[in-house]
């Protein structure tokens, strides 16, 4: 099956500075990219969504920056606090799935050192 | 707000025992999922289903069954506990007018003794 898979399974920055948390996936046929958030005992938090048609979306601090050439998936995070620490998911779904299911990353640890 | 709510946080069994896993959505979705998400590997799809008393398998069924005799409820059912059964389960659902976004619940953390 298709393969999402993060860069480094671990991120750690300062308060303050900008993260960025990376995405390969292998399908060239994904639609639609979503990045989830997850705090320690919780479950998985929806964060930003891309569609295939897009480059680059922006919400409240995060971009998700999406390069179909190399299959590559970004998240920036601006100005991270310590309530950004958790574990960040990318996911995708493919093109015509009618269940709306996704195929989750292995996941990144950010830490925010004070 | 979506709310999806799963029966218990933490739950221990013994090796054999027929488990129960409850998931509850409020917003009328179509389409529930049943994951496990161990270190390292991320959240692995088990089952899901797209309408009441429809089911199919995700990547991970073996060992597992599923229910879902109502829109908003969506059980996980492990016939006989194995050890390597021991997990975090986490239930999702997703539908409606919005996007292809899926809210979880919780999740319930299962030990198998």
């Known amino acids: 099956g298709e393969s999402v898979g993060l860069h480094l399974p671990t991120l750690s920055v300062q308060e303050g500075d900008n993260s960025i948390i990376n995405c390969a996936y292998s399908?060239?046929?994904?639609?639609?990219f979503i990045w989830y958030k997850q705090e320690s005992g919780k479950g998985p938090q929806f964060i930003i969504d891309i569609r295939s048609n897009m480059d680059k979306r922006q919400g409240q601090r995060v971009t998700v920056l999406l390069n179909k050439t190399v299959k590559h998936l970004s998240l920036q995070i601006a100005a991270t606090q310590p309530g950004d620490s958790a574990v960040y998911f990318c996911?995708?779904?493919?093109?015509?799935?009618?269940?709306?299911?996704?195929?989750f990353g292995s996941g990144t640890q950010l830490t925010v050192l004070p | 707000d979506v709310k999806v709510t799963q029966s218990s946080r933490y739950l221990v069994k013994r090796t054999g025992e027929k488990v129960f896993l409850e998931c509850v959505q409020d917003?009328?979705?179509?389409?529930m999922f049943w994951y496990r998400q161990d270190p390292g590997l991320g959240l692995r799809l088990i089952y899901f289903?797209?309408?009441?008393?429809?089911?199919e398998k995700g990547d991970i069924p073996e060992g597992y069954s599923v229910s879902r005799e109502k829109k908003e409820r969506f059980s996980l059912i492990l016939e006989s506990a194995s050890t390597n059964q021991t997990s975090m389960y986490l239930c999702?659902?997703?539908?409606?007018?919005?996007?292809?976004?899926?809210?979880f619940g919780p999740g319930t953390r299962l030990t198998v003794t």
């Open positions: 996911a995708e779904t493919p093109f015509g799935s009618s269940a709306r299911q996704l195929t």
């Open positions: 999702a659902s997703a539908g409606g007018t919005g996007g292809w976004e899926q809210y």
């Open positions: 289903s797209y309408d009441v008393k429809m089911k």
């Open positions: 399908n060239s046929a994904s639609d639609y």
């Open positions: 917003m009328d979705h179509e389409n």
